[in-house]
């Protein structure tokens, strides 16, 4: 069936020159791009020209907005960053230690155990999403900032260390060798020799985990009632319910700046570690 | 899941001695796990973490299912109540249509637009070019989820969206519709929410598979004619059947399981054209509090899901390792 769909599309411009192709990439990316050129313009308009010149660049541009709009979404950011830099830490301790006795330490189960975890990402999250819930309530933690990091703490070293057990397995044996000669023990061998030299992998691991975070939606949706502890996805949510445009003409500018505003961290996290995220995906492999 | 690089793990690392360890004690014996004490030292914390909030919620849902369950009361055993309930609910058939055509959709986007942009990049001759075009593709992702459904949900407006604007403009007045609020075409305005669905992780995930054929496949190819089109279709896809199947089967478990984008466009109207099991999961737990009859439909989507997995993997079968580098 694939085959069928993608022959068409794909004929007409493996037989133009390169010129045809640079052409067609640059123009599925700038059509990806629309929405959030539109962002962009948007953010910038006041009532009026929100209400009267809503595609075009109007001047003068009102930077303002962008002041109005973090007033209001500053403590979503903030609740974010501190939830998902708390569990990202979480996570970057665990998929290390884990990542590193399953690549190189040998002891009776190790496979058995290993399959016990990497099996869990196969299980979609609409089994747990329910009764976790009600768990969390049981443990007396909804509405905690502890319901938004434990659930990253407990869950992201499962595809942790499956991607740092491959790339730990990939560092020479001769440095672990050489250590153990002199006397180092599993913590300074972890700390001293995988941990440097595994940072590429850590950067990858760094941006996956820290993006789903700042994607996460239904669950601090349902487990967080109290809007000062809410994270910048459900913020925003509210935000888009309760400015209604067609009514309020000031409220369009502000609520697309801050929807800039809350990619911002976003773009930060891409411009110093998207070059590993990318060489992550691409040389690892990754297949089923 | 393997990786180029968990694939050196086994030699690496000893083969596959799953129970026996390298210095030679027979299997599972006492003083075998006694000096192993500091890997099971170790991985305490991770088990630990994982029984209570990975492994004991979906075994809860597995048993509550089959229970009238709602906060701060004692669950009562009803048998298969709830799942006969939800299969005589009215609108279980319109649910069921609407994620066939959500999977439809979703094994579309999810397989076929990566793939033709990953197959334009990597037929880009400049190594400069080809590493830039690697970088821009991922920029979608740099808005947040959630920000880009609200974008879209502004860009369907019916009066004040992008869409329609343009529609009028072109004098097709009659096509500017409600999007998201008429019964036809609310399901297909939320399926067109991405277009043109360039999904970076997807397309990334593909080049990687087509980074390591190797070049003498290609030069053999070559000599025998086989090069633009041909290539794609007798090389490039078999050799990538790994990622296929991969994002096949993150394209089924989220046609099946994902509602986030019907809950913010439509919440499943206008009536319940939109609506598809996991929203009524959602509403039946959060909004009418029947935890046990949610448990349910969230082990009926399991269940689904985990078939489509199966078959994905049965069904498609990735080409000769060999001709990887």
Known sequence: ?288 | MSSAQSTQTDSAAGGRGLWTSRTGDSGLSWRAFRRSWQAYALLSPIFILLSIFVYYPPVLGLIRAFFRWRPGVPATFVGLDNFITYFTYAETPHELVNIVKLLIFGLFAGIVMPFIMAELIFFVRSAALKELYRLLVIIPMLVPGIVTVLLWQKLYDPYLGPINDMLRAMGLEYLALNWLGEHRVAIYAIMFVGFPWVWGVGTLIYLGGLGQISESVYEAAALDGCTGMGRVLRIDIPLVLGQVRLLAILAIINAITAFQNILVLTDGGPGFSTMVPGLTMFHSAFRAQKFGYSSAIGLLLFIIAMSGTLIINRGIRPANEELRQ
């Open chain 1, 1 to 288: 069936m694939t085959t069928e769909l993608q022959r068409s599309p794909n004929r007409r411009p493996l037989q133009m020159s390169q010129l045809g192709l640079h052409i067609l990439i640059a123009f599925l990316l700038l059509l990806s791009l629309v929405p959030t050129v539109i962002m962009i313009n948007l953010s910038f308009k006041n009532g009026l020209q929100y209400r009267w010149d809503r595609w075009n660049v109007s001047l003068p541009l009102r930077g303002s907005n962008y002041l109005s709009a973090w007033d209001v979404i500053d403590a979503y950011m903030f609740n974010t960053v501190l939830v998902a830099v708390v569990g990202l830490l979480g996570v970057l301790i665990l998929s290390l230690i884990g990542g590193y006795v399953f690549a190189r330490m040998r002891f009776p189960l190790r496979e058995p155990l290993y399959y016990a975890i990497i099996a869990l990402l196969m299980v979609p999250w609409v089994l747990s999403f329910i009764p976790a819930y009600m768990l969390y309530n049981n443990l007396g933690l909804l509405n905690t900032r502890w319901a938004l990091i434990i659930p990253n703490i407990a869950g992201g070293p499962i595809f942790g260390i499956f991607l740092m057990r491959a790339f730990i397995t990939g560092i020479p044996e001769e440095l672990y060798e050489s250590a153990r000669c002199d006397g180092a023990g599993a913590w300074s061998l972890i700390w001293s020799i995988t941990f440097p030299l595994s940072l590429p992998g850590l950067a990858t691991l760094s941006v996956l985990n820290f993006v789903a975070e700042w994607n996460s939606f239904l669950w601090p949706l349902v487990t967080i009632s109290d809007m000062s502890k809410q994270v910048i996805s459900v913020g925003l949510f509210r935000l888009s319910r309760t400015t209604n445009d067609s009514v309020d003409f000031g409220s369009g500018g502000p609520l697309f700046a801050g929807y800039v505003l809350a990619s911002i961290p976003l773009v930060i996290l891409f411009v110093v570690l998207g070059k590993f995220y990318v060489e992550g995906l691409v040389e690892s492999g990754i297949k089923m």
